[in-house]
């Protein structure tokens, strides 16, 4: 029996039942894969349906706030994917008359849609001929045809897109994307795989020739980046404190933060009381309180954050302060949503 023929008959009888699998509208279909791209299943679930209860319609995406569809995504992180997918929900919804495209190339047109999102819509919800290729895809393809490129090379990529075309079933090109993902997902996994009952075992050069763990082959990323944030949280005489937005080209951006100083390394309280005056001016009496004395390390994909809050009390009152009950109103980064729900146990 041919490999897809394998594949697409183990999805019959092992594929989990999921919203966007009973459905091809692109737009549900549009959201699943941006949300679960770097998430699994198991943590995107409630915030697909989350997002849908709250814009059932791309239309209704496309007119919300950008304030709205943060605080809704805060906790999946890569926050650029969630800019990205309102700003394509309003080309979408004002340009395209509420249609997505129906071609892989213009699929491609979309912010934030990339080869792998255009290929799932085209082949899921057009029956085009795309083979997807995500990590669970490489892994599969890897081990069963024993192939020891590198899959985050561009040469890997090119060669394992060309050779996912070639096995894929293009009768149902969107049953088999899936199958093939799904494969992945539970049967080859990235440890403890299922080869004792493989369907694929008799064929699988990997598991013939004991490579299984040694597949597939990814070249070592560079050096984790550190970074010492030290963000001052004043708390004036009304309760109230202060947030402020993320406009940089960095990570969280447009999310809201304390104000932050950021330093070359850990600092101590005479350097926090130096800064004051800059990055809070005008608050009366300030006195300077560290939460914890171990610092927070708050890890992302390609950098380290060593974290500090520093509580600054003032008998003033704040110019454009914020209750502290208002603040879980306000995307946030996840370390500041952890730290909120401490700050509000001190107070309330």
């Known amino acids: 029996?041919?490999?897809?023929?394998?594949?697409?008959?183990?999805?019959?009888?092992?594929?989990?039942?999921?919203?966007?699998?009973?459905?091809?509208?692109?737009y549900k279909i549009w959201l699943?894969?941006?949300?679960?791209?770097?998430?699994?299943?198991?943590?995107?679930?409630?915030?697909?349906?989350?997002?849908?209860?709250?814009?059932?319609?791309?239309?209704?995406?496309?007119e919300a706030g950008e304030k709205k569809v943060l605080k809704l995504w805060q906790g999946l992180g890569y926050y650029s994917r969630a800019r990205n997918l309102h700003a394509t929900a309003k080309m979408v919804s004002q340009k395209l008359g509420g249609r997505f495209p129906g071609t892989y190339e213009d699929l491609l047109q979309l912010k934030g849609?990339?080869?792998?999102?255009?290929?799932?819509?085209?082949?899921?919800?057009?029956?085009?001929?795309?083979?997807?290729?995500?990590?669970?895809?490489?892994?599969?393809?890897?081990?069963?045809?024993?192939v020891d490129?590198?899959?985050?090379?561009?040469?890997?990529?090119?060669?394992?897109?060309?050779?996912a075309r070639e096995v894929m079933d293009t009768d149902t090109p969107g049953?088999?994307?899936?199958?093939?993902?799904?494969f992945g997902a539970r049967q080859c996994t990235p440890s403890k795989p299922g080869c004792a009952n493989c369907p694929l075992g008799n064929a699988c050069v990997a598991l013939k020739e004991k490579k299984v763990a040694q597949l597939p082959v990814k070249t070592k990323?560079?050096?984790?980046r550190k970074r010492y944030f030290n963000y001052l949280v004043p708390i004036d005489a009304d309760f109230k404190t202060l947030l402020r937005q993320r406009r940089e080209t960095d990570i969280w951006r447009h999310l809201y933060e304390?104000?932050?100083?950021?330093?070359?390394?850990?600092?101590?309280?005479?350097?926090?009381?130096q800064w004051l005056p800059e990055m809070l001016n005008g608050l009366e009496k300030p006195m300077v309180e560290q939460v914890k004395e171990a610092e927070i390390v708050h890890k992302l994909s390609h950098q380290h954050l060593y974290t500090r809050f520093w509580i600054v009390r003032s008998q003033g009152s704040l110019v454009g302060g914020i209750p502290l009950g208002e603040l879980e109103e306000?995307?946030?980064?996840?370390?500041?949503?952890?730290?909120i729900k401490t700050l509000k146990n001190s107070y309330f």
């Open 1 to 26: 029996m041919a490999f897809s023929d394998e594949i697409l008959r183990w999805y019959a009888s092992n594929k989990r039942s999921l919203p966007w699998r009973e459905t091809t509208d692109p």
């Open 149 to 163: 490129m590198p899959v985050n090379g561009s040469a890997g990529k090119r060669y394992f897109k060309q050779l």
């Open 258 to 273: 304390f104000p932050l100083l950021e330093s070359e390394g850990i600092v101590a309280e005479p350097e926090i009381l």
């Open 175 to 182: 049953d088999y994307n899936q199958a093939i993902m799904e």
């Open 113 to 146: 849609v990339g080869d792998y999102t255009a290929s799932a819509i085209g082949s899921i919800c057009f029956g085009l001929p795309e083979p997807v290729v995500d990590g669970n895809v490489y892994r599969v393809l890897a081990r069963y045809f024993g």
């Open 330 to 339: 306000y995307p946030v980064p996840v370390l500041i949503a952890d730290f």
């Open 221 to 224: 990323k560079g050096a984790v």
């Open 32 to 62: 699943s894969e941006i949300m679960l791209q770097q998430t699994r299943v198991e943590q995107g679930l409630p915030y697909y349906e989350k997002f849908l209860r709250h814009f059932p319609t791309v239309e209704e995406l496309s």
